[in-house]
């Protein structure tokens, strides 16, 4: 199709007529074997009206040669860029609101010390025969780097001697972004006095779940070792669904703990929690522990149920 044929009206001085251009004359000597002489093409082929890549079927994008990046000029920014007053944003929000902004962006990336303390799970548990409650708290005192953490958890029956219960302080240091290397001590305040060395991992893998492993050496010489991990399931932005599970495994047969070598216990839980604030969610949900091996052998010559399920309510909370 030929341009100059085109009712394009009258051009203006020093227009182009384009059915006399042709591309390959341009000084483009070194594209001469793939420029486009446009008095040649015929624009009938095109379809103008779609999009994608059926619009371009009739044209071989192939024989185009484009400008290289370096044929852009590479200038300053103009004057008037930073022109403007250097603190606008007050103009708009107040001096109090963005003083107390520029506080927090200091708080948030200066690397200096917080606080952090969590109620993970704090829990009334209903079960055939007596009920239960749970409690399972942590928090740390640090930079981003490295960190002081401290850790408790327990269980017990109502009106009965608390069954298991521990305390963990540890020193924290960060060797990825998501994990922490944590290292220190645990005490047990329950049963026969146990005092172990701990050694441990906790952080974030892949696909959000939350882990903490950890292995034990207590005075006795006893070996243990400790994997949990939960992943929280947004239904909505206030309403998650938590599964949750835990394993316990040890080295060695600990008669006097009711611990059998090898896999000695398993927790597998459920649980519903409202956010009615991010740092206020109660819960409910369902938890199964199993004894397992010899653990389940103890477990019946105490007259225990080697196999519980529990129903549970409760509250998590941080700050």
């Not at 001469?32 to 093409?41: E, P, T």
């Not at 103009?78 to 929000?93: D, F, K, L, Q």
């Amino acid at each position: 199709m030929d341009h100059g044929s085109m009712p394009h009206g009258t051009p203006a001085e020093g227009a182009m007529d384009h059915s006399q251009m042709n591309q390959g004359d341009m000084g483009q000597a070194e594209a001469s074997n793939s420029s486009m002489d446009h008095g040649q093409m015929d624009h009938s082929q095109m379809n103008h009206g779609q999009t994608g890549s059926q619009d371009m079927q009739g044209m071989d994008h192939s024989a185009m040669q484009m400008g290289s990046n370096d044929d852009i000029p590479l200038l300053p920014p103009p004057p008037e860029a930073g022109s403007g007053p250097a603190r606008a944003a007050v103009a708009i929000w107040g001096e109090e609101a963005m003083n107390e902004a520029r506080r927090e962006l200091v708080r948030e990336t200066d690397g200096g010390m917080r606080f952090w303390f969590q109620g993970d799970r704090l829990e009334y548990r209903a079960r055939e025969g007596v009920d239960g409650y749970l409690w399972d708290i942590q928090g740390y005192y640090g930079g981003d780097i490295d960190k002081f953490w401290f850790k408790s958890e327990g269980e017990g029956s109502f009106g009965e001697p608390v069954e298991g219960a521990e305390v963990q302080a540890l020193w924290s240091r960060a060797i990825a972004p998501f994990f922490d290397l944590q290292t220190g001590v645990r005490q047990d305040l329950t049963g026969p006095e146990r005092t172990h060395a701990v050694i441990g991992i906790q952080g974030i893998a892949p696909y959000q779940f939350e882990v903490d492993v950890a292995a034990f050496v207590s005075n006795k010489g006893d070996v243990t070792a400790r994997f949990e991990g939960e992943l929280d399931q947004r239904i909505t932005q206030r309403l998650i669904l938590q599964p949750r599970a835990e394993i316990a495994l040890s080295a060695q047969d600990i008669p006097e703990l009711g611990i059998g070598a090898g896999l000695d216990r398993i927790e597998a839980g459920l649980r519903l929690r409202y956010e009615f604030a991010r740092e206020f969610a109660p819960y409910v949900g369902v938890s199964q522990e199993w004894r397992i091996g010899q653990s389940a052998d103890f477990a019946r010559a105490a007259g225990e149920d080697p196999s519980v399920t529990n129903y549970v309510v409760g509250m998590r909370f941080w700050f």
